[in-house]
């Protein structure tokens, strides 16, 4: 029986999985000296449907990691999988529609105004009549929270936090099983960062998203990720939920979520959760 059954459960599990890291070797060259390994033999899986959030120290290869499931890094060594096809094939016309991503900045066009922001990938694409674009653009922007009347701003008369919106909206605009997130809340107050976290959290559950987020901000990891996934020494030394991932014994564990940051993070969200449960 155990035969049979293992290879069923080996598919399942493959089934599930949105992208598979396996072997992945990054290596960047320095001037005049040794090549620097950042990544050494590293494996990753992110299934289907949850939120996995990649941490580690500074330098430790987050960005590097992220921008080669994207298609936009090519690894010195190691196969990246996306939604089943070679992560090469994303950097193809109408990746959009598969993968939507929302860089640390925002990245929008300044010479553009909200909505042609937002319509871009559509646009590029040609898949569409201009009128669709244009239409399907203004319900994200409703769903992302905007108001119709902030369709015709320029990027420069906007709010950090609706930067963040209209690039939400963007990657969004093709409706992509997968989002990646690069410190999505880096740079915002307080207040605008929770209203952001709220608004990823809500879209998460109502599309169904599989969300692959970089962040060192304790409130958005502790609000949104299902599994973490920690990288240091070149690979990811553990990748689980939070309660597993705080028993793993490592320094930077330690450091990053035990520290004093991470001790005021977690009783913040423990009385969060607190007064919900008693709403
Ligand atoms: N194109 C490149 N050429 C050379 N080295 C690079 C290149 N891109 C990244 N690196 C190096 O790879 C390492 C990992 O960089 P990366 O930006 O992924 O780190 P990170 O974990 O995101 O760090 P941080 O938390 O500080 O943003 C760094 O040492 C960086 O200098």
């Given amino acids: 029986m155990d035969v049979v059954a293992a290879p069923a459960a080996d598919r399942a599990r493959a089934a599930d999985a949105v992208i598979e890291v396996r072997g992945l070797w990054s290596v960047f060259p320095t001037p005049g000296g040794s090549p620097v390994v950042v990544h050494r033999d590293l494996d990753l899986t992110v299934r289907r449907g949850e939120v996995l959030t990649l941490v580690g120290g500074s330098g430790t290869g987050k960005t590097v990691l992220l921008r080669q499931m994207l298609g936009l890094n090519r690894p010195a060594r190691g196969r990246i999988t996306v939604l089943g096809r ?13 993968v939507g991503m929302l860089f640390q900045q925002g ?10 922001n937002i319509a871009l990938p559509l646009r590029e694409t ?11 653009a203004l319900l994200k922007l409703q769903m992302v929270g905007l108001q119709p009347g902030d369709a015709l701003k320029m990027p420069a008369e906007l709010s950090g936090g609706m930067i963040k919106r209209v690039a939400l909206a963007r990657a969004l605009v093709m409706d992509p099983p997968l989002l990646m997130l690069d410190e999505p809340t880096a740079g915002l107050d307080p207040d ?20 692959v987020m970089v962040t060192h901000d304790l409130d958005t990891l502790f609000e949104l990720a299902d599994r973490v996934a920690v990288l240091a020494e070149q690979h990811v030394i553990v990748c689980a939920p939070v309660p597993e991932v705080l028993a793993f014994d490592h320094p930077f564990i330690r450091h990053f979520f035990l520290g004093e940051r991470g001790q005021r993070a977690m009783e913040l969200l423990n009385t969060r959760r607190h007064t919900e449960k008693g709403q």
């Fill in 86 to 98: 070679p992560v090469a094939e994303l950097t193809s016309a109408g990746a959009a529609a598969r």
């Fill in 107 to 116: 990245a929008l066009f300044s010479a553009f105004n909200v909505l042609d």
């Fill in 192 to 211: 605008s960062s929770d209203a952001f976290v709220a608004l990823l959290r809500s879209l998460h559950q109502e599309l169904g998203l599989t969300v």
């Fill in 126 to 136: 040609r898949a569409v009549p201009d009128a669709l674009a244009r239409e399907a």
